[in-house]
């Protein structure tokens, strides 16, 4: 069963740091190029970084040098590390997986996180 489950979200402070992960199953991970979505309230679900499978990065410019995301494919996992959280980081984040030859795009359930004093 192909499938993406997201954990680690919740509510912090601003100025606080999250770290996401995705656990990944019934497919290929290690040649699967992976990203991290969110979705605010009223808003577009937007790509927030990715990562390729040989480990190539991409940040929106909104979380250029507060956020990192970071695979192990010993672990079929991929993470997202958010440091210096802003209100305006408040989203459902997604993870979701790319694999080579095949066009539909795996994604998992979703997490919260809130970003708040």
């Known amino acids: 069963q192909v499938q993406l489950v997201e954990s680690g979200g919740g509510l912090v402070q601003p100025g606080g740091s999250l770290r996401l992960s995705c656990a990944a199953s019934?497919?290929?991970?290690?040649?699967?190029?992976m990203g991290w979505y969110r979705q605010a309230p009223g808003k577009q679900r937007e790509m927030v970084a990715d990562i390729t499978s040989g480990g190539n990065t991409n940040y929106a410019d909104s979380v250029k040098g507060r956020f990192t995301i970071s695979r192990d494919n010993a672990k079929n996992s991929v993470y997202l590390q958010m440091n210096s959280l802003k209100p305006e980081d408040t989203a459902v984040y997604y993870c979701n997986a790319v694999r080579i030859y095949n066009p539909n795009v795996i994604w998992g359930q979703g997490t919260q996180v809130t970003v708040s004093s």
């Open positions: 019934g497919f290929t991970f290690s040649s699967a190029a």
